[in-house]
């Protein structure tokens, strides 16, 4: 799959920025899962359905029953556990 923006191209301080703010945040005692389902959320306020899709997947390898309820992947659009 060709990705749809090379980001470290694009903008490699903000690149930088993020990958610190991950690192931060797998390390900071968290559930996996939750911050799972924050990067759904996150990716459905942001109405990409790629990255709800990706996040999705990622939610449901840790354990997260999930399904999308709402029109699509942003708008009115939520999460829940079934």
């Known amino acids: 799959m060709q990705p749809r923006i090379e980001y470290a191209k694009a903008a490699p301080g903000g690149m930088t920025v993020m990958l610190g703010l991950e690192t931060y945040v797998r390390h900071c ?6 911050m799972e389902l924050v990067k759904v959320r996150a990716s459905q306020i942001n109405g990409c359905a790629y990255c709800v899709d990706m ?3 990622d939610a449901r390898a840790v354990g997260k029953t999930t399904t999308l309820r709402g029109e699509g992947p942003g708008g009115d659009s939520f999460l829940h556990r079934a």
């Open 29 to 34: 005692g968290l559930e996996r899962s939750l």
């Open 55 to 57: 996040h999705t997947i």
